[in-house]
């Protein structure tokens, strides 16, 4: 079983929709959680970075954390098309390495 | 946040041959990581760089293949030696993360094509 999940898509949705992005876990011990965004030919970018459960939102983008269902969500209000780009999630505990989702292809069509 | 500059940011190189990757950051930093990103899978860990001091690799990846340095606490190098078809990938280094309790940040990568 892999340590984190995610639906790879494509995701595909209209300019100003809510999206919504999802992994799920194994391991119970994470407690840092991240989304990352990455465009084409760039590095991943941090979007989010929470500490064990609970929500955080900054701006458009709300994190969410259910440690309880191993469960972790990226919700993007009015999208644009700028956010069309691949978000990764990415989550770890104190002294070990990250473990990183394979990341979701989204698309916001103007 | 810390500034990552990597290069080169993209190679095509003859099967055989080896590939070093520069990767320098604006501050100094204790650990510095090194990752794999193969098309449709997850970015993968391929070891951790501390400086003066041996790099510690995670299962799967070898010294003699991926051979790196850490002459100081700004710079570090990955090298792909002997490469095959099968290295073709995206190579990202990494400050940050969870050893050092900050988010993780990460270069621009080294887009590496075999041929």
């Known amino acids: 079983q892999k340590e984190v999940e995610q639906d790879p898509g494509p995701l595909s949705v209209p300019e100003g929709a809510i999206v919504s992005l999802n992994c799920t876990y194994s391991?119970?011990?994470?407690?840092?959680f991240m989304w990352y965004r990455q465009y084409s030919r760039k590095g991943p970018e941090l979007l989010m970075y929470t500490y064990s459960s609970g929500n955080k939102e900054d701006g458009r983008f709300t994190a969410q954390v259910d440690k309880s269902s191993k469960y972790i969500s990226l919700f993007i209000r009015d999208s644009q098309p700028s956010d069309s780009a691949t978000y990764l999630c990415?989550?770890?505990?104190?002294?070990?390495?990250?473990?990183f989702g394979t990341g979701t292809s989204l698309t916001v069509i103007p | 946040s810390a500034v990552i500059s990597q290069k080169p940011s993209r190679d095509i190189c003859q099967r055989g041959t080896s590939l070093t990757i520069q990767c320098q950051v604006d501050?100094?930093?204790?650990?510095m990581f090194w990752y794999r990103q193969q098309p449709g899978q997850s970015l993968t860990l391929i070891a951790t760089a501390n400086q003066g001091s041996e790099a510690t690799y995670e299962s799967g990846f070898v010294i003699d293949k991926f051979p790196i340095s850490r002459p100081n606490l700004t710079f570090s190098t990955l090298t792909v030696s002997n490469m095959s078809p099968e290295d073709s990938s995206i190579y990202l280094c990494?400050?940050?993360?969870?050893?050092?309790?900050?988010?993780?940040?990460f270069g621009q990568g080294t887009r590496l094509t075999v041929v």
């Open positions: 990494s400050v940050g993360g969870v050893l050092e309790g900050t988010e993780a940040f």
């Open positions: 501050s100094q930093v204790t650990m």
């Open positions: 391991n119970s011990a994470f407690q840092y």
């Open positions: 990415a989550m770890g505990n104190t002294g070990n390495q990250f473990y």
